[in-house]
């Protein structure tokens, strides 16, 4: 059965899978890789993996996809807008870096949905709304089957939706009080005064009974609980995907996200929105891009 490479470029890391048409993994791995002082590492630690799969899939010229950060051009040929992280990486052409073959590049949020969509938690439904909660939040949508990308490719940033108008501080489009900023990893230190500098930690003191982790913790809930809400009114979607590795907290965050869910939102008829948790974790960039090219290369 023809392989599918799939490649999750990140600044930190590179991932890679190797499937078939069903989803299934027939190799997988990563590299570590490096952004920081605006370092072009991740270029050649994607090629490296991009050589590492082709050689395992016995393929000549591979189908691939690419997940990256940022927003991808219509073409999908290339991540067009990235301010701030992995320098380099707009407007680079991965078709004649990687050599040969068709290659197509789309956000590594959309990926993560077409891997849940395609294989995952989300098989068989028609519309879909994935959150990522990592380090930010990213998302995705799914409407009748297909990827929604909206005018510019540009759909699905729900990290940058506001939960909290009050505040001053902005994210990176300007908007203040972002579900991002809210629960992304990357403001937890702020968030609770400086004394956890990880999600992790913070939920494994929530666990222990601390009141101000608890505090923490729970209101970043209540706002993703409200985020959730507000998506539900606006698409009406089958389910909404938790995936990232904040959902790692488990029972820690399913349960108050649920009891949040029964005082917010709003279910006529008694219609209540599946929440459901992604089956890829770490590999769902990966996964989703191959799963992205397959369906592209069947147009």
């Given at each position: 059965?023809?392989?599918?490479?799939?490649?999750?470029?990140?600044?930190?890391?590179?991932?890679?899978?190797?499937?078939?048409?069903?989803?299934?993994?027939?190799?997988?791995?990563?590299?570590?890789?490096?952004?920081?002082?605006?370092?072009?590492?991740?270029?050649?630690?994607?090629?490296?993996?991009?050589?590492?799969?082709?050689?395992?899939?016995?393929?000549?010229?591979?189908?691939?996809?690419?997940?990256?950060?940022?927003?991808?051009?219509?073409?999908?040929?290339?991540?067009?807008?990235?301010?701030?992280?992995?320098?380099?990486?707009?407007?680079?052409?991965?078709?004649?870096?990687l050599g040969g073959?068709?290659?197509?590049?789309?956000?590594?949020?959309?990926?993560?949905?077409?891997?849940?969509?395609?294989?995952?938690?989300?098989?068989?439904?028609?519309?879909?709304?994935?959150?990522?909660?990592?380090?930010?939040?990213?998302?995705?949508?799914?409407?009748?089957?297909?990827?929604?990308?909206?005018?510019?490719?540009?759909?699905?940033?729900?990290?940058?939706?506001?939960?909290?108008?009050?505040?001053?501080?902005?994210?990176?489009?300007?908007?203040?009080?972002?579900?991002?900023?809210?629960?992304?990893?990357?403001?937890?230190?702020?968030?609770?005064?400086?004394?956890?500098?990880?999600?992790?930690?913070l939920v494994e003191?929530?666990?222990?009974?601390?009141?101000?982790?608890?505090?923490?913790?729970?209101?970043?809930?209540?706002?993703?609980?409200?985020?959730?809400?507000?998506?539900?009114?606006?698409?009406?979607?089958d389910a909404v995907?938790?995936?990232?590795?904040?959902?790692?907290?488990?029972?820690?965050?399913?349960?108050?996200?649920?009891?949040?869910?029964?005082?917010?939102?709003?279910?006529?008829?008694?219609?209540?929105?599946?929440?459901?948790?992604?089956?890829?974790?770490?590999?769902?960039?990966?996964?989703?891009?191959?799963?992205?090219?397959?369906?592209?290369?069947?147009?």
């Amino acid at each position: 059965m023809k392989k599918v490479i799939g490649i999750d470029v990140g600044g930190t890391m590179v991932k890679g899978a190797l499937i078939d048409a069903t989803g299934e993994i027939a190799h997988q791995d990563c590299f570590p890789t490096n952004d920081k002082d605006s370092s072009p590492e991740w270029m050649e630690t994607a090629r490296e993996m991009h050589r590492l799969l082709k050689e395992r899939s016995g393929c000549e010229n591979c189908l691939t996809g690419i997940a990256a950060p940022g927003i991808a051009n219509s073409e999908h040929t290339a991540i067009a807008f990235m301010p701030g992280r992995l320098a380099g990486i707009e407007n680079f052409h991965w078709g004649e870096y990687l050599g040969g073959g068709e290659v197509f590049v789309l956000n590594d949020a959309h990926a993560a949905l077409m891997a849940e969509s395609s294989f995952g938690a989300g098989k068989g439904l028609m519309n879909i709304v994935l959150l990522t909660l990592g380090t930010g939040v990213g998302g995705g949508i799914l409407i009748n089957g297909k990827l929604y990308t909206g005018q510019g490719l540009m759909a699905g940033h729900l990290g940058h939706i506001t939960v909290n108008s009050a505040v001053d501080e902005t994210g990176i489009t300007g908007s203040p009080g972002t579900l991002e900023q809210a629960i992304g990893n990357t403001t937890v230190g702020r968030r609770s005064s400086g004394r956890f500098d990880s999600t992790s930690r913070l939920v494994e003191a929530y666990d222990k009974g601390d009141s101000f982790a608890a505090y923490v913790w729970l209101d970043s809930v209540r706002k993703l609980a409200l985020a959730i809400c507000s998506i539900s009114n606006a698409i009406s979607p089958d389910a909404v995907i938790l995936g990232g590795g904040i959902t790692n907290a488990g029972e820690s965050l399913f349960r108050p996200l649920s009891e949040f869910l029964d005082v917010y939102e709003w279910r006529p008829g008694g219609k209540k929105t599946q929440i459901l948790q992604a089956q890829y974790s770490e590999l769902s960039g990966a996964v989703g891009a191959a799963a992205f090219a397959l369906a592209r290369s069947r147009k």
